[in-house]
C-alpha cells in the first residue's frame, strides 16, 4: 500500500513505527492535546478528550466548509459522520482518505483519494466538526433526526448585530468541517475528500480559505497580524491558560447538554475589509481605532505587547490614551463581564470585487463554552460602537456545538449525540 | 455463443430499421405463439395477453389515440427490454424482443410522457440461465437496442427540424429543437466515440477558436433565438442532417463493450453537471433540462442493460443506484412545464442546487458502476 507518510518518512521507518509514535503521542497528551507538531509536517494526534483544531497552536491555512444536510435518513446521516471519521483519522496521520489510497485501489474504479496530498506529510493537519441549529431543528420547528431534545441551549441563534450584512447563502448551516492544516494542499485535499464522501448525504453550502492565520492559541507561537496590518488576538485564550480553559472553553454536561460534555461552541464570521479605505487612514488614527500600537502591538501608552492595558490613563488633551471606543477597550474581559474567546481566525482574500478592490478580509473563528455569555456581549458592543465598523462588514455568520473529541477507533463524531 | 449470433443479427435488424422503420421482417422461429397484439389509446393500453412463450416476441403496437405515443417493454428495474417511440396516430408498428423467462411490464406512454400505462408481462419457457458473460453479452445486446431506438427517432426529428429551420418556419423550429435534442443526448457518449463528429453536431460557438467552424444544432439555436434570422440558416441546417445521418449509421454499427456502458452512464451525468445546471449547454434557448432529462435517461439505460451483473455482484449498489435515480427523477419532476421543461432561466439558484445535489448524489455510485462490471 502506498502511503502519503510512508513517501515521506525517512527510509526504514514503516507505517507501525510512525503509528506507534503517534499513539505514544495522544496517551501522553491526552488531556491538554499539546503541541504534537515540533515541526510543521508533524502529525496531530486525532483521537483524545476534545477535538483537535481547538488548543492546537494554530496551523498557517484553514479551509472551513458547511454543508448542508440532504437526506432525511437518520441512518445514512450516522453512516457518513462515521466514514468521515474514519477518514478524518487517516488523513490526520498523513495518510490516504480511503484505505485503498489514490493509487492503490482497481484500475477501473475512480480512487477513493483524490490523490493531491500524495508525497505531503501530514503537515499538522486537524479537522474539527461541528453541528448547527438546522440539524437539530428546521426553521418550521420540526425535528429533523430524532435529535430535537438534545440542541443545546448555548446554540441559541444570534442575535441581528448593528451593521450586519449577512448573506443568508453563506451563513449557518447543519454541519461544518474546519480543516486546518501547515499546508494549504492538505487542508483542501481534507475538505474536498470529505465532501466527497459525504455526496448524496450532505452537500457544501459554502466553503473559506484561509490563508494565514491572524491568532496565535499557544504561547509559543508569536502573535500574527490581520490584514489591517496589526496583530490580532494578543489577549486571546491560549492552550497554557488551563483554568481558564476549563472555565471558559469547555462545555460541560451541567450545562445542560451532557453530549457537549468536552466540546465547545464555535463561532464563525466571515468579516470583510475594505483594506483600501484603510490604507489611506493615517497611523495615528490606526493606532487610535485599535488601541494598540502597530510595531509592537502594545496597549496604547505601555510599552510591549502583553502590557496589561491601562484603561484609565488620560493624555495631555484630559482625554483617556486609549479612546472610549478603542476596539482593545469594547472586546476587552473587564468591559465585557470577563469573557474571554479562544480565537482562531484567518485572514482571506478571495480576488477581487470588480470594484478596483481586493475582496478581503477575516475569516472569524471563536471557541468558547457558551456564546450567550462571551460572544454576543462582546459582538453587541463591538458592533455598537466599534470606529472599526467603518471598515468592515459582517458578511456570513455560524454557530456551531463542536462535540467532544473521537476516543478511539470505535467511536465516531456525534456518537454520543445520535446514541 | 448462441448469444453472440443473435447480438450480431440484432445490429443488422438496427440498420434496417435506421433506414426504413416499417420494414417488415421475416417471423422468427421462436415466434410461433404469434404477435401480441397492443392497442393504445390515449388512456388505455389493451396488450392482447399477458403471457407468451421465451424467444423473439413481436408485439403490433397501433395507436387509436389522438396523442403521439410510445411502447415499452421493461425487465426489473424498468431495464428497458425493447422500445417503440413516436407511433403517430393510426399507425402500426412492431416491436422484435428476444426475451428469457421471466416477469417484465409492458407500457403505452400516450403524449410520450411519464412512466406510463403499466402492464404485467409474463414469459414463459425453459431458458437456460445465463453464465456471467452471458449476461454481460446481453447487456451490450440490450443497450444497443437502446441506441437503435434512440436514433430511429433522433433522425425523423432532426429531419422534421432541420426542414421547419428551412421552410423559414421559426416557431416551429423552435419547438421542435428540445425534442430532436432529446435523442441526441440520451446517447450522446456514444456519439462521442466518432471524434469530430460530435463537435460538428453539437459543438458550441467555443469551437471557433479550435479553429472548426460553428455548426450543427447549437448553431441554428443561435440562428433562432438570439439572432432571430434563420433566412441564411439552410446550409447549416442540410449540413446537420447529413452529420446527424453519419452519426445514426456509425452508432448502430458500433459495439459497445460493458465498459464502456459503465463509463458511458457516468459520462451523462457529468454532461448534465459541468453543462446543463450551468445553463451552457442551451445558452440561446435555455432549454436545457430537456436535456438534462435525456442524459439521466441515457445514463439510466445504461445502468440498467448492466442491471443483471451488477444484481449478482454488487446488489447494494443496484439499491443505492434506484434510490439515487429515483431523487433525481422527483427533483427534475417538479420543473415539468405541459410535455415538456420549464426553461433553465426559470429556475431559482436554490433549485438549481437541489438538482445539483442529487445528480452528485447519483454520480458517485454510478462512478463505481465500472470497477464491478471490470471484476
Known amino acids: 500500500m502506498i502511503s502519503r507518510r510512508v513517501a515521506l518518512t525517512a527510509a526504514g521507518v514503516g507505517i507501525a513505527g510512525v503509528a506507534g509514535a503517534a499513539a505514544v503521542a495522544t496517551a501522553m497528551m491526552d488531556n491538554e492535546r499539546s503541541p504534537a507538531s515540533a515541526s510543521p509536517g508533524d502529525a496531530v494526534a486525532f483521537y483524545g478528550e476534545h477535538q483537535a483544531g481547538i488548543v492546537t497552536p494554530a496551523q498557517d491555512r484553514l479551509h472551513f466548509a458547511a454543508f448542508d444536510v440532504i437526506t432525511k435518513d437518520r441512518a ?17 496521520q498523513g495518510r490516504d482518505a480511503g484505505l485503498l489510497g489514490a493509487v492503490g485501489g482497481q484500475a477501473e474504479a475512480p480512487p477513493d483519494d483524490t490523490g493531491e496530498a500524495l508525497g505531503l506529510p501530514a503537515s499538522g493537519l486537524t479537522l474539527t466538526v461541528g453541528f448547527g441549529r438546522s440539524l437539530f431543528r428546521d426553521a418550521a420547528g420540526t425535528d429533523r433526526f430524532g435529535i430535537g431534545e438534545s440542541l443545546p441551549a448555548a446554540l441559541e441563534a444570534l442575535p441581528h448585530f448593528p451593521g450586519d450584512a449577512l448573506r443568508p447563502e453563506i451563513s449557518d448551516g447543519d454541519l461544518c468541517v474546519q480543516a486546518c492544516a501547515n499546508d494549504p494542499q492538505v487542508a483542501v485535499h481534507a475538505i474536498r475528500n470529505l465532501a466527497r464522501i459525504g455526496f448524496g448525504t450532505v452537500s457544501i453550502r459554502y466553503s473559506q480559505l484561509g490563508f494565514g492565520r491572524t491568532s496565535s492559541t499557544s504561547r509559543e507561537q508569536a502573535t500574527a497580524r490581520n490584514l489591517m496590518g496589526f496583530k490580532d488576538g494578543t489577549r486571546n485564550m491560549k492552550l497554557e491558560d488551563t483554568g481558564l480553559l476549563r472555565e471558559q472553553l469547555w462545555a460541560r454536561a451541567e450545562d445542560g447538554a451532557a453530549w457537549m460534555a468536552g466540546g465547545s461552541y464555535l463561532v464563525s464570521r466571515r468579516i470583510r475589509m475594505t483594506v483600501e479605505t484603510w490604507d489611506r487612514t493615517s497611523l495615528t488614527e490606526q493606532e487610535a481605532i485599535f488601541g494598540r500600537d502597530k510595531g509592537e502591538g502594545a496597549p496604547l501608552g505601555r510599552a510591549k505587547e502583553f502590557d496589561e492595558p491601562d484603561f484609565e490613563a488620560k493624555g495631555a488633551d484630559g482625554e483617556p490614551v486609549i479612546a472610549k471606543q478603542a476596539h482593545i477597550r469594547l472586546a476587552h474581559p473587564d468591559f465585557n463581564s470577563g469573557a474571554h474567546l479562544l ?13 478596483g478592490r481586493l475582496d478581503a478580509g477575516l475569516f472569524f473563528i471563536a471557541y468558547q463554552r457558551d456564546p450567550r455569555k462571551q460572544f454576543v456581549p462582546v459582538q453587541r458592543s463591538l458592533a455598537r460602537a466599534d470606529i472599526l465598523n467603518e471598515y468592515i462588514r459582517h458578511v456570513s455568520s455560524g454557530l456551531w456545538a463542536c462535540p467532544p473529541g473521537v476516543t478511539d477507533e470505535s467511536d465516531h463524531w456525534g456518537r454520543a449525540l445520535f446514541a | 455463443m448462441r448469444k453472440l449470433t443473435v447480438l450480431a443479427a440484432a445490429a443488422a435488424l438496427g440498420l434496417g430499421l435506421a433506414g426504413c ?20 389509446t390515449d388512456t388505455a393500453c389493451e ?43 393510426g399507425l402500426t408498428r412492431e416491436l422484435k424482443v428476444e426475451l428469457t423467462a421471466g416477469t ?3 407500457a403505452c406512454k400516450p403524449g410520450m410522457i411519464g412512466k406510463g ?3 404485467a408481462f409474463k414469459v414463459t419457457g425453459s431458458a437456460a440461465p445465463l453464465t456471467a458473460d452471458a449476461k454481460l453479452a446481453e447487456a451490450t445486446a440490450s443497450y444497443q437496442r437502446y441506441i437503435r431506438s434512440q436514433t430511429a427517432a433522433l433522425l425523423p426529428k432532426t429531419e422534421e427540424f432541420v426542414a421547419a429551420v428551412k421552410a423559414g418556419d421559426a416557431e416551429k423550429a423552435k419547438a421542435l429543437f428540445p425534442i430532436a435534442r432529446t435523442y441526441w443526448e440520451r446517447i450522446e457518449p456514444v456519439a ?21 467552424p460553428f455548426t450543427g444544432f447549437h448553431r441554428l439555436e443561435q440562428d433562432l433565438w438570439e439572432k432571430k434570422d434563420i433566412s441564411k440558416s439552410g446550409p447549416i441546417a442540410d449540413q446537420l442532417l447529413v452529420d446527424v445521418k453519419e452519426i445514426v449509421a456509425k452508432a448502430n454499427a458500433e459495439k459497445l463493450s460493458p465498459l464502456q456502458l459503465a463509463n458511458g452512464a457516468k459520462e451523462l451525468l457529468d454532461e448534465v453537471a459541468s453543462g446543463k445546471i450551468t445553463g451552457e449547454e442551451d445558452r440561446y434557448s435555455h432549454t436545457d433540462l430537456w436535456d438534462f432529462a435525456a442524459n439521466v435517461e441515457g445514463s439510466k439505460a445504461s445502468v440498467q442493460a448492466l442491471r443483471p451483473t451488477l444484481e449478482e455482484r454488487a446488489p447494494e449498489l443496484v439499491t443505492a443506484l434506484d434510490t439515487a435515480f429515483a431523487n433525481v427523477e422527483t427533483a427534475l419532476g417538479k420543473h415539468r412545464a405541459g410535455d415538456g421543461w420549464k426553461l433553465h432561466n426559470q429556475l431559482t439558484q436554490a433549485e438549481l442546487k437541489e438538482l445539483s445535489d442529487v445528480i452528485n448524489a447519483l454520480a458517485e455510485p454510478i462512478s463505481k458502476v465500472a470497477a464491478v462490471v471490470a471484476k
Open chain 2, 117 to 119: 400505462i403499466r402492464g
Open chain 1, 343 to 355: 480565537r482562531r481566525g484567518y485572514n482571506f482574500v478571495d480576488g477581487t470585487d470588480g470594484l
Open chain 2, 47 to 89: 396488450v392482447a395477453r399477458a403471457e407468451t412463450a421465451a424467444g423473439t416476441v413481436t408485439f403490433t403496437v397501433s395507436n387509436s389515440g389522438a396523442k403521439v405515443t410510445e411502447f415499452y417493454l421493461y425487465a426489473a428495474g424498468d431495464r428497458v427490454m425493447g422500445e417503440v417511440e413516436n407511433i403517430a396516430p
Open chain 1, 76 to 92: 445514512k446521516l450516522v453512516e457518513m459522520l462515521r466514514e468521515w471519521t474514519a477518514a478524518a483519522a487517516r488523513m490526520t
Open chain 2, 192 to 212: 462521442e466515440i466518432f471524434g469530430d463528429l460530435d463537435p460538428k453536431i453539437d459543438g458550441r460557438a467555443e469551437v471557433i477558436e479550435e479553429g472548426m
Open chain 2, 21 to 40: 422503420t416499417t420494414d417488415p421482417q421475416p417471423a422468427a422461429p421462436g415466434d410461433a405463439t404469434g404477435p401480441v397484439t397492443v392497442k393504445s
Open chain 2, 104 to 106: 417484465y411490464e409492458t
